[in-house]
């Protein structure tokens, strides 16, 4: 989760504009929460207005208390759990905790290790722990062999009565590849408890809708990784989820090279071959974490990684600017660009 940046508020705000078709027919409470170092808004339909209030302020609270209890570099529970496992030593996790380590471990395993929240310490390695943002220059190479070569995995980790144990004290866990998905999650939930069925809530342009927005669906844009504005769009109702991952969100350039967020655990680098990849699930969790593997998977085996991990919905876009889309995301997205970009539809 990194800091918030100009671009970052300008690309909500365009998000907003396409959202906005169909606005007359509902009432609207939106609020804009500035949580987990992103704008976080959220729109609410129907309902009372005091209901919608209440649960915004709910909504707030708990982000907030995720953010604190899941940082992957601020002193916090999370870089405790981190501590023990590099001393050896075995810590309590919570219920939560357990979870998203029982899930990451999940996810990881169906991504083939291409989506891996136990890399920590090669993102820490490239300058991606800190709140000032990444300067560079890149890690020396034998630094980044050296901690490939003790292959922190997942399944390294134990939990046994509420304490986790590591094999491997090369292991950090950091969840900044699946945590936005895991809050939205979380904050639908919450709107659900307090009975409103037509919502969305948008992270910097990783969303989930719940219900419809008016008469209409919710039209949402698809940045384009290269260029100012929205390069696609889709519209989405009922429950669903887009996320994307991008090279754009946080990097470094050193010497004419961009050195990106998104680290490919074979190699130690970030990812090469894609500049961003878009992922429709129903659960915000799984396209959070799926939009990572398949970015890391690249333009070539992208589909295989989609497949393996239930996902149907996916769109990739190279680094030359080619877009690669699944069948029945091909089937619901609209290009908002003239020419559209060369698009090769690829069945998972
Ligand atoms: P996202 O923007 O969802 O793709 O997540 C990127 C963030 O996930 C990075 O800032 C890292 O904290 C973390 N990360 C980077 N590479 C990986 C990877 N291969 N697997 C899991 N998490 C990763
Ligand atoms: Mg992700």
């Known amino acids: 989760m990194s800091g918030l940046t100009a671009r970052r508020s300008w690309w909500l705000a365009v998000v907003l504009l396409l959202s906005a078709c169909g606005q007359k027919e509902a009432q609207l409470h939106d609020t804009q929460l500035l949580v987990m170092g992103t704008l976080v808004n959220v729109s609410i339909l129907d309902g009372d207005e005091d209901v919608a209030a209440v649960a915004t302020t709910e909504v707030e609270q708990r982000l907030r208390q995720m953010h604190r209890d899941l940082h992957a570099w601020q002193p916090g529970p999370l870089t405790r759990v981190n501590e023990a496992i590099a001393s050896g030593e075995s810590a309590p996790v919570d219920t939560e905790k357990t979870m998203l380590i029982e899930r990451g471990t999940e996810l990881s395993r169906q991504s083939g290790g291409l989506f891996n929240p136990a890399i920590g310490n090669l993102i820490a390695l490239w300058g991606f722990h800190s709140d000032d943002g990444p300067h560079g220059p890149p890690p ?99 429950d669903e989820c887009v996320f994307t991952s991008g090279d754009y969100e946080r990097y470094f350039e050193y ?90 539809v690829v069945v998972p």
């Open 140 to 238: 020396d190479a034998a630094a980044i062999r050296s901690l490939l070569a003790q292959a922190p995995s997942m399944t390294d980790l134990h939990i046994d009565d509420g304490r986790l144990r590591s094999d491997n004290p090369a292991v950090q866990l950091d969840f900044g590849g699946f945590a936005k998905g895991y809050a939205i999650d979380e904050a639908i939930r919450i709107l659900r408890e307090h009975h409103i069925d037509n919502a969305i809530v948008n992270a910097g342009g990783d969303l989930r809708v719940i219900g419809r927005h008016g008469a209409r669906p919710w039209r949402i844009g698809i940045r384009d990784p290269r260029g100012p504005g929205v390069i696609a769009s889709v519209e989405v109702s009922g």
């Open 255 to 344: 010497q004419g090279r961009r050195y990106h967020h998104i680290i490919d655990p074979r190699s130690g680098y970030p990812a090469v071959g894609s500049s961003s990849v878009t992922v429709l699930s129903h659960e915000a969790i799984v396209a959070d974490a799926a939009a990572t593997a398949l970015f890391v998977a690249g333009p070539d085996t992208w589909a295989q990684t989609a497949k393996a991990m239930g996902i149907d919905q996916a769109m990739l876009i190279d680094d030359k600017g080619n877009v690669y889309m699944t069948p029945a995301m091909a089937k619901r997205t609209h290009f908002e660009v003239d020419p559209p970009p060369p698009i090769k």
